[in-house]
């Protein structure tokens, strides 16, 4: 499959951005700048940007609690996605939701969730939806290895399944669930199996390689915008940090990392394109300063936004009632 | 002015809802016949792309409709009894409930969901429970419970309007019954709640199924000179107190009539703002009556004992007279 | 497989006492006598029996709402049984379960249940338990084509796999989940093919085969027996009575069902039987003439025993709380 | 005596069981660490076989112990924090509450359920949520809920060794607050209540984390000459009535103070109790005192306002002295 040359790089500017966005985040929180959980994708940026990298703005995605990887490969701005993270009023949910429920609905963003697998049904009620309004978009739901044990999974597939939904599901195989190796929580290596138990499609790639998440990916969603149904998807990849900031990671080794990080989707596709000539090293220096610039702007700009007011807690439970402040 | 069952006026005002908007459709397990056949006159009219029968799957029902809300459309879900809501309680609570106010306010999902409550019909265990105040007590929900065909059209039309995910509560054991119903069908706003009979000396509190069998005990106890006043929310959230307390002004005696196990019901809410808020009205103390504390007995017997009573109201009005 | 002729008329006992029963249960509501959801296993005989025949009283069982096959196979007694579904006293649960709950953990029956697919994982926690405890017991877990679709189904699969529980999942699949035909509900034939999704054996049988159930569930229950881990076992079959009593059955044909009559797994039992001259028409007469006496006495027993007292309602929810009386 | 953590007693509490019994054990996900570190050290003293890590399971965690605790042994399982236990409401409510009633007490379930519950550690919606009230609801199970180390130990004990499903739940915010606790250790029957504080002005009945916010107000009013009683239930069902309708006899007024959603709380069943059968004690309005009625939000200003303070009690006392 030939990706353009611009397309190649704005791949690479989405997953730089996204490398450059998540280090910083690990990096303030160690500060105590940061509270709350907070997950990081630093290594599995090549399956969100290969995948969105096939959606328009009027599809849609479910995201996970690793979820700033996949706002920013949808779209997401990192100034509220910043701000959001610090709390404060100028954020994406307005200090409500924090690194777990982060969202752009606008941008077809269903959210960040912080229930495991709580994605599938609702990635499956946007494919519901748009076949019901005979519309041509698409849903994709990411979800981790170990979201693949959770009822959801399989009641999801199975209704997606027998009603064509344009939904694919993407499983982001990072080999662990929190501190569970995919070994002790399932007895199969590739997830992409399960598909069998539906009838539909399933896939594994190597989600460490760009050109394989963006060649799978755009075959399996130009199938179910085409009414060909549901996909599963399997990109098998590795986070580098804790399962969340703070995790002291003693169920895993060093050695294990190091290994991983030789791999690295980033370093990969830089390489890639400077030994075609897709892009020189001056151009691709310009734009990894542009996005630190941008981040660093982005922490500026949540550190300089106020916090919320302690009544709006009252508000947007509904769209008409507003609750009753404390007395 | 028609007759008409509860069943059937749930029925009709659902088409209503139907024809008016094409974004509203219904799914959920075999409602193209329905076990109560309450939905099989929208499968005639509205065929299958509009009234879906979904696999054994209320996880999906629920959490699909969630998703669907907020793509668009505005999914009707019916879960065939209250009891299986069990099964979909993230998707509710976790997810429909709390998406808006986790996303600052930036999404709206109109949702409603169905649900067969209740006890009666020697149904057992999980087939019977009344578990609405599950969901009054999560913030992002309302929460309609209609009692007579006319509240049905009333409420059903608001809530398919609402913006916000609406759990209905249906009480099976009302879906026979039949009722007056206007001919021209109109919402019922949430949040108002009716004083279904009036009278001076006490205030009757009941909800679903427990309203007709208060109208009864108010029959009965009017010979003796007692006269009752019968308050129905209707909407158990948003919850009218105005009118609740309106009358207590007035009665000073207070009896809370509710289908749940009475530890922990509905009721206890309304009885604790009650005791909050309207304390200087009350004469005498509230007196809540429910279901008994067990899980639903499948024995006729046992479950007529297990279930509120006319004459459970009656015993309980006389004892605080 | 050889099957002792002993157990052979074991076999055929219980599945004619099955059928004895259910047809009793169907004449008995259609008359009024019985209340409540009522679902016959008419038809299906062969799974029970042919599974159950492979248990001791120590194994345990999980059964569906559709469970007195299950409860008469596993050894339940039948007057106490019809007593339950005429909600008396005397009935395995003093009238307070009725059909979609009747137990008798005495035998290893961890009763019906009024929920679908809630034996999933009640089965596996008592694999579990034999497992922890060390013991040579086996649970087995009914369910139906439409109870494979839960959640409950995937996470308790998975959770048995990565332990090897001693756990057999039987699905019966009657081709329809109430009044949805499989080919609406799930987009596979085989629902043993699911068995790949965690690593573990599927078997597909004709469930309306005795020798074949047999046969497949000995072989099953061993291998959990001696630590071989689950088994998920389909058998196809079909049921002749609606759904539940009452049921008008407007969602599938005549034809349909006399077509599976011709199938008919107690009919096809006793044909090899005689033909086999395993046992001869005589023999065969008497023991159907006293099944038959037997669910008479049963019906007699449950009409003469005593409706529980009103306030026996109160008791039995804990082992040590009684419920406070109406005042 | 020696000073603990509320997670260390937990621990101790859950291996002194385990040493006891052989029958006992714990299961749930990432137990052998642990995300509060509580179980961690269970499974260095026990091992893979007696504290078993799950895959992402709570519905097969939660049947699975069910169907354990029916077949001979006595599991504890946990569910990582109270939120999660939306995934799992049919296997306790359905299923564990119902069996052996609808069985007709023909079994027994000793089968114990952790949960990490409360807010205040910027956990949002999805993680920090107090859903006792879900579970005092429903016929069948009992809710404990320790709001000091001491305690945790006394009530796990008695958790441990009851015979039917007992839900624990502990308020996160207190893992790692450290109290004394008895050298030996011993049950707390469940059902009992503690006066925490004596006092005669008001009686304050608090749980969980807000017992101490009780106490910290009481020592504050004390300075104004306002005496206030604590009374802290421990266990919510079986619930001790006559220990917190003494203090009202006594003080004539009462503050509930919990953690959870005010609508529909647990405390409003408390309160709809006094208004029932202490009426008469009673010489002000109830007064209820809970977290605002939305989900819990990020932003730790609007955490801080959602949760109830110590400032709110000490108001409360105030407006009604
Ligand atoms: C229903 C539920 N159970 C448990 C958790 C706690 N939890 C948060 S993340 C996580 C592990 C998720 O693993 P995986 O799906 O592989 O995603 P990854 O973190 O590896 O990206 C767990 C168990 C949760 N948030 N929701
Ligand atoms: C969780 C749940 N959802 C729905 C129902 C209603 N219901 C009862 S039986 C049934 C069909 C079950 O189909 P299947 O599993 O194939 O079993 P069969 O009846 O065919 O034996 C349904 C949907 C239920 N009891 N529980
Ligand atoms: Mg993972
Ligand atoms: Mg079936």
Partial sequence: MKISTEKLISIYEKMFRIRAFEEKV????????????????????????????????????????????????????????????????????????????????????????GIVGAGFPIATGAGLSFKYQKTDQVAVCF?????????????????ASIWDLPVVYVCENNMYGEFTPQSRHQKINNISDRAASYGITGVSV???????????????????????????????????????????????????????????????????????????????????????KEILEAVEFAEESPNPKPEEALENVYTDIIEEARK | MKEMTYGKAICEAIAYEMRRDKSVFVLGEDVSIGVFGVTKDLFKEFGPSRVMDTPITETAIIGAAVGAAATGVRPIAEIMFMDFIAVAMDEIVNQAAKMRYMFGGKITLPLVIRCAAGAGIQAAGQHSQSLEAWFTHIPGLKVVY???????????????????????VENKSLYAVKGKVEDEFKPI???????????????????????????????????????????????????????LFKSIEKTN????????NKRGAFSAEVAALIAEEAFDYLDAPIVRIGAINTPVPFSKVLEEYYLPSVEDIKKAVKSIM
Avoid at chain 1, 273 to 291: G, Q, S, V
Avoid at chain 2, 152 to 162: F, M, V
Avoid at chain 2, 221 to 241: G, Q
Wanted: with cysteine; net charge negative; hydrophobic share 35%.
């Fill in chain 2, 189 to 243: 706003p949430l949040g108002r709640a009716e004083v279904k009979r009036e009278g001076d000396d006490v205030t009757i509190f009941a909800t679903g199924a427990c309203v007709s069998k208060a109208m009864m005990a108010a029959n009965e106890l009017e010979k003796e000179n007692i006269n009752c006043e019968i308050i129905d929310p209707r909407t158990l959230f948003p919850f009218d107190k105005e009118t």
């Fill in chain 1, 206 to 292: 190597d989600g460490n390689d760009i050109f394989a998440v963006y060649e799978a990916a755009s075959l399996a969603i130009d199938k179910a915008r085409k009414g060909g149904g549901p996909t599963l998807l399997e990109c098998k990849t590795y986070r580098y940090r804790g399962h969340f900031e703070g995790d002291p990671q003693e169920y895993r080794t060093k050695e294990e990392i190091e290994d991983w990080r030789r791999k690295d989707p980033i370093i990969k596709l830089k390489k890639h394109l400077l030994e075609n000539k897709i892009c020189d090293e001056t151009k691709i220096n310009k734009l990894e300063e542009n996005i630190n």
């Fill in chain 1, 143 to 159: 979800f981790g290895d170990g979201a693949s044990n959770r009822g959801t999974f399989h009641e999801s597939l199975n209704l």
């Fill in chain 1, 26 to 113: 690990g990096e303030l929180f160690a500060k105590g700048k940061l509270a709350g959980f907070v997950h990081c994708y630093v290594g599995e940026e090549a399956v969100a940007v290969g995948v969105c990298q096939n959606l328009d703005d009027k599809d849609y995605i479910t995201s996970t609690h690793r979820g700033h990887g996949h706002l920013i490969a949808k779209g997401g701005i990192t100034k509220y996605m910043m701000a959001e993270l610090y709390g404060k009023s100028t954020g994406y949910c307005k200090g409500k939701g924090g690194s777990m429920h982060i969202a752009d609905a606008s941008k077809g963003i269903l959210g960040a969730n």
């Fill in chain 2, 253 to 260: 005696k207070v009896i809370l009539v509710t289908e749940e």
């Fill in chain 2, 146 to 168: 209609p009692s007579t065909p006319e509240d049905a059209i009333g409420l059903y039309l608001s809530a398919i309007r609402d913006d916000n995910p609406v759990i209905v």
